[in-house]
């Protein structure tokens, strides 16, 4: 194969990126990417890996550097490049402000920012690690292990907490989604999230590894269905998985047409609440598709997978499923006492594919922990996830531990208020708030956008929510709009922007 050099490719046997790169070598015409309608082979993916490995190759060896998760063939083919070298690529979302971004760079140790075909060494000293992280073995070096990626999480809850995932994670989760899933040379796989995301670890790298065909969804086409339903229609892939934002997006552009999906196989839900409309939706527009709502962290992976059947009752949350092979589960009351039946709890998360903890300021605040009563060694993450577990057993989240908030003393949900929302027909899009008030304690606000021609004004909607919810979960203001509400990178309802955008300060 012209313009690669396999002499210096070092990925261990059975690893994720030596199945990359014996997918390069064994069929180099294959497609491995689409972006824009172009078809990037693994043999053109490879070679640009290569280009880049030169000047990765000059800083010292696993040393992380810092990649800006901007979508496109050159940037996974500058990760691919960083995986071969075995320098840790910190992918970071592209929309960070600089003060952000240099905390997690400091965090991290990075010292040199990589975009496609540029290398910027960042000026300031990198300071001593914070207690908890990495330890330094000489200056200007993390070591970070068998490190193959450093994830970010969203941040909804302030700084984006850095995600270090072992190489042997990322397999063990590559060979369960890729036989899960049946992902193989050929298979296409819809990529909808940004590359800094746990999610890429199915859509991009397990697809890669397998030989399968990845469909780039670019920033410019997430808010647009249209474009959305004819890219799909199109290229056809056989699995999809996203947040709920996408199949709302495909739904409501389907619709009117009357138009189908048949080339999915498979469609996974993750990262946030399913609304009813839209699932009751999804069977009509993927007529041959299976369906699976997948409950997960960043920082352990895929844990739970439920697939629906039949048709779901609206009035409940959908269950957390079955734990994947490996996955442990507890749930933990607030006293740290371990729940053995039924009852309701923090869920802890034992899983093969987690990372070994944060790195930098995240590290010390306990997201990691022992088992609660010392019944065994294993690492449990702390999910913050309220879950309850029914009396024959069956898993639903009920909501954040940290969006518990009193109201005149009684302790009210907002991902519940947000979910009886969701319920109604008339609503597309909602989020929540609790704001500070003097008298109650907090005073919920609530925006609803109204499903276009559904006529759904606030008295129905209240109505709607009476019947739902106790009085005190009802929100004090209450407002309808026909615009989209902000929203995350990855299409999470972005709560704080959205109180900005429809409550000033007085109200």
Request: hydrophobic residues 40%; contains cysteine; neutral net charge.
């Amino acid at each position: 194969m012209d313009g690669i050099d396999t002499a210096v490719i070092t990925a261990g046997p059975g690893s994720f990126v030596a199945g990359i790169v014996d997918q390069a070598r064994r069929a180099p015409d294959a497609t491995a990417l689409v972006w824009w309608g172009h078809a990037i082979s693994y043999g053109a993916l490879l070679r640009r890996a290569e280009l880049e490995r030169e000047r990765i190759a000059l800083i010292p060896e696993g040393e992380p550097v810092g990649v800006p998760a901007v979508k496109s063939p050159r940037t996974v083919a500058l990760i691919l490049a960083c995986l071969l070298e075995h320098r840790p690529p910190l992918l970071t979302p592209p929309a960070l402000g600089k003060d952000v971004l240099d905390r997690l760079y400091e965090q991290a140790g990075v010292r040199h920012v990589l975009t496609p075909g540029k290398t910027a060494p960042r000026n300031p000293p990198v300071p001593t690690a914070a207690p908890g992280t990495a330890h330094r073995d000489r200056p200007g070096r993390t070591d970070l292990g068998e490190t193959a990626l450093l994830l970010t999480t969203s941040g909804t809850t302030g700084i984006p907490k850095i995600v270090p995932l072992d190489g042997t994670a990322v397999d063990r989760f590559t060979a369960w989604a890729g036989e899960t899933f049946g992902i193989g040379p050929g298979t296409t796989v819809l990529n909808y999230a940004p590359l800094n995301f746990d999610v890429c670890l199915l859509d991009v790298w397990t697809t890669l590894a397998l030989g399968g065909r990845v469909l780039l969804v670019d920033a410019d086409r997430v808010p647009q269905g249209g474009r959305l339903l004819d890219l799909v229609e199109r290229e056809r892939p056989e699995v999809v998985q996203s947040v709920p934002l996408l199949y709302r997006l495909l739904t409501d552009a389907a619709r009117d047409g009357g138009r189908t999906l048949p080339s999915v196989r498979h469609a996974v839900f993750t990262g946030d609440t399913m609304p009813s409309p839209v699932l009751a939706a999804l069977p009509r527009l993927l007529p041959g598709a299976r369906l699976y709502n997948v409950y997960g962290c960043t920082e352990t992976n895929d844990s739970f997978l439920h697939e629906v059947r039949g048709t779901p009752d609206p009035g409940r949350p959908l269950p957390l499923g079955h734990p994947l092979p490996g996955v442990r589960a507890l749930l933990v009351t607030g006293d740290g006492r371990v729940l053995d039946g039924p009852g309701t709890g923090e869920l802890h998360v034992s899983t093969p594919f987690q990372s070994r903890g944060y790195l930098g300021e995240a590290a010390v605040r306990g997201g990691f922990v022992p088992h609660p009563e010392g019944a065994d060694d294993r690492s449990w993450f702390r999910s913050g996830d309220l879950v309850h577990r029914s009396a024959e057993g069956e898993l639903t989240l009920v909501g954040r531990t940290d969006y518990q908030v009193k109201v005149r003393g009684i302790r009210v949900n907002l991902q519940e208020v947000e979910r009886v929302l969701l319920a109604h027909p008339g609503v597309a899009e909602a989020a929540v708030l609790a704001l500070p008030d003097p008298v109650s304690g907090h005073s919920l606000h609530a925006v609803a956008r109204r499903r276009a021609g559904s006529g759904l004004n606030t008295l129905t909607l209240r109505g709607h929510l009476a019947h739902g919810l106790p009085k005190s979960a009802i929100p004090v203001r209450l407002l309808i709009t026909d615009e989209p509400l902000p929203r995350t990178a990855t299409g999470k309802a972005d709560r704080e922007r959205t109180v900005r955008v429809h409550f000033t300060e007085e109200s």
